[in-house]
């Protein structure tokens, strides 16, 4: 870390090299999966709580990898679960639905659970890569 407390010289997910960044969908390929489950992985930049219509609190992430910046909606059933994890990891494992926005402008990422990252780079060297990242970690149709 720099004198400032954050990272000027050199991208901050160098912070964390045991990481195995690679294997999780990165955020610039986002849009190629609408509708889509997919998994990403990296820190909370910035956060902000709001109040659904009904009242019930929910929280919004905005999520970065070496590929982008994502902002990502967790609604109150999912924030009730997972909210606390938002705060005790540094780095967050983020599986959640790709959720465009009407006329094609941007999309989001509708959270479905949050957990630290567990995928380090020894996991990695031991499984043969067969599919491309987002294949391995997307479901449903084209």
Request: hydrophobic share 35%.
């Amino acid at each position: 870390m720099d004198l400032l407390g954050f990272t000027v010289s050199r991208h901050p997910l160098e912070l964390w090299p045991d990481i195995a960044w690679e294997t999780y969908c990165p955020i610039r390929q986002l849009p190629r999966h609408p509708g889509r489950r997919v998994t990403i992985c990296g820190p909370v930049i910035a956060d902000r709580f709001h109040e659904q219509n009904d009242g019930q609190p929910m929280k919004f992430l905005s999520l970065c990898d070496h590929t982008g910046i994502i902002e990502a909606e967790m609604f109150a059933s999912t924030f009730r679960r997972f909210g606390l994890e938002t705060l005790r990891h540094a780095v967050l494992e983020v599986p959640g639905t790709v959720v465009p926005f009407e006329g094609d402008r941007g999309h989001s990422l509708r959270i479905e659970s949050v957990r630290k990252s567990g995928r380090l780079q020894q996991a990695r060297k031991k499984r043969p890569r067969l599919f491309s990242v987002c294949e391995m970690h997307t479901t449903g149709t084209d």
